[in-house]
């Protein structure tokens, strides 16, 4: 999906976990009291569940009592907070938690469990190595980047081990039965893949970061949609403002909020079989019809070479964006991490944005 013309560069990511350092964007102030304790916590070479799983057996609690804001990769050096339901007592010793690879950086009290999907964002420091092109070309792409934005795709391990949880959606639609927690995966991972083929076709003619006739506008930073709006004076310098975006749909039950020329290219870009296919199961499963930017201008983009073949990126994402989205626009990038490894916790691929 390359919306800048050929690639810049080859590179690997990941030759080590500090090579990809992710810190969540807090998306709140703790309350300062509440029968929740809020853990932000370094983690290196882990998953987000097996650390929720250590700490419910650090606090004697059960797992269902721990919560956390997002899933992190298990193959990088991240920071995320966790919180742990501790009603009327006060928690183990901090040091009996402590291990490498796991530490605290801060605690603080709070008075409701941490939901899924609350925080701001995601910053990343990323080293690739072994990078492979011209560095004036490199420059010029990342400069691209930063005045234009990237096409906000939906990263490959939303579609699980070699894109099977496709494959797992059609299952399911066809009967099979699955847990909840599955077969939300599985509703996402179908509505992510139609919500990729628009955007590539969007891609493909140029139209991923400007309007069609029947555009539906999405909000900066929100999930609010406005429109069909036809192109105006004021829309089209909003649109320059990075104030609001193009969408795609997030496939559900009802008609496509677009119209004329945006939704006949959604129409298109998803009647192949299997999209049908798709389409189908989540109207079944009684999933609304949603909008998701189709547009993402990463926040403070900046780079430096630390050696003749080795480039550092920093960036920062809304909550739902990839890394990816931004890693693709530059070329090839191998990812060294991507075959599970035994270190704990391990799984066949990285969990999150």
Request: contains cysteine.
């Given at each position: 999906?390359?919306?800048?013309?050929?690639?810049?560069?080859?590179?690997?990511?990941?030759?080590?976990?500090?090579?990809?350092?992710?810190?969540?964007l807090?998306?709140?102030?703790?309350?300062?009291?509440?029968?929740?304790?809020l853990?932000?916590?370094?983690?290196?070479?882990?998953?987000?569940?097996?650390?929720?799983?250590?700490?419910?057996r650090?606090?004697?609690v059960?797992?269902?009592?721990?919560?956390?804001?997002?899933?992190?990769?298990?193959?990088?050096?991240?920071?995320?907070?966790?919180?742990?339901?501790l009603?009327?007592?006060?928690p183990?010793?901090?040091?009996?938690?402590?291990?490498?690879?796991?530490?605290?950086?801060?605690?603080a009290?709070?008075?409701?469990k941490?939901?899924?999907?609350?925080?701001?964002?995601?910053?990343?420091?990323?080293?690739?190595?072994?990078?492979?092109?011209?560095?004036?070309?490199?420059?010029?792409?990342?400069?691209e980047?930063?005045?234009?934005?990237?096409?906000?795709?939906?990263?490959?391990?939303?579609?699980?081990?070699?894109?099977?949880?496709?494959?797992?959606a059609?299952?399911?639609?066809?009967?099979?039965r699955?847990?909840?927690?599955?077969?939300?995966?599985?509703?996402?991972?179908?509505?992510?893949?139609?919500f990729?083929?628009?955007?590539?076709?969007?891609?493909?003619?140029?139209?991923?970061?400007?309007?069609?006739?029947?555009?539906?506008?999405?909000?900066?930073?929100?999930?609010?949609?406005?429109?069909?709006?036809?192109?105006?004076?004021?829309?089209?310098?909003?649109?320059?403002?990075?104030?609001?975006?193009?969408?795609?749909?997030?496939?559900?039950?009802?008609?496509?909020?677009?119209?004329?020329?945006?939704?006949?290219?959604?129409?298109?870009a998803?009647?192949?079989?299997?999209?049908?296919?798709?389409?189908?199961?989540?109207?079944?499963?009684?999933?609304?019809?949603?909008?998701?930017?189709?547009?993402?201008?990463?926040?403070?983009?900046?780079?430096?070479?630390?050696?003749?073949?080795?480039?550092?990126?920093?960036?920062?994402?809304?909550?739902?964006?990839?890394?990816?989205?931004?890693?693709?626009?530059?070329?090839?990038?191998?990812?060294?991490?991507?075959?599970?490894?035994?270190?704990?916790?391990?799984?066949?691929?990285?969990?999150?944005?």
């Amino acid at each position: 999906m390359q919306a800048f013309g050929a690639p810049v560069l080859a590179a690997r990511i990941r030759c080590a976990p500090e090579d990809f350092r992710v810190e969540e964007l807090d998306g709140f102030e703790p309350s300062g009291d509440g029968e929740h304790l809020l853990l932000t916590i370094e983690k290196r070479s882990m998953n987000t569940a097996y650390v929720a799983g250590e700490l419910a057996r650090w606090a004697g609690v059960p797992e269902v009592a721990v919560g956390y804001a997002g899933l992190k990769d298990r193959h990088a050096v991240t920071v995320q907070r966790f919180s742990v339901q501790l009603p009327g007592r006060e928690p183990p010793p901090l040091e009996t938690l402590e291990r490498e690879g796991l530490r605290v950086l801060a605690q603080a009290r709070h008075k409701r469990k941490l939901p899924r999907g609350a925080l701001a964002g995601n910053r990343f420091v990323l080293v690739l190595r072994g990078v492979e092109g011209d560095r004036d070309a490199i420059g010029a792409r990342l400069q691209e980047v930063a005045a234009r934005g990237v096409p906000n795709a939906f990263g490959g391990q939303r579609f699980g081990h070699e894109g099977g949880n496709i494959a797992k959606a059609l299952a399911m639609f066809g009967g099979k039965r699955v847990g909840r927690e599955q077969r939300s995966m599985l509703l996402s991972a179908a509505r992510s893949a139609l919500f990729n083929q628009v955007l590539a076709a969007r891609v493909a003619e140029g139209s991923w970061d400007c309007g069609l006739d029947g555009e539906v506008w999405a909000l900066e930073g929100s999930r609010s949609v406005f429109g069909p709006e036809p192109m105006s004076g004021e829309i089209a310098a909003r649109l320059e403002a990075f104030d609001i975006h193009p969408s795609g749909p997030l496939w559900g039950r009802g008609g496509l909020r677009s119209a004329g020329a945006c939704q006949a290219l959604e129409l298109d870009a998803t009647a192949d079989p299997v999209s049908l296919r798709l389409r189908e199961g989540l109207e079944r499963a009684g999933l609304e019809q949603e909008r998701r930017a189709l547009r993402l201008r990463p926040q403070d983009l900046a780079w430096r070479w630390l050696d003749a073949d080795v480039l550092e990126l920093g960036f920062a994402l809304p909550s739902g964006c990839y890394a990816t989205a931004v890693l693709g626009q530059l070329g090839t990038i191998g990812d060294v991490a991507a075959s599970p490894a035994a270190t704990p916790g391990a799984t066949p691929a990285s969990e999150a944005p």
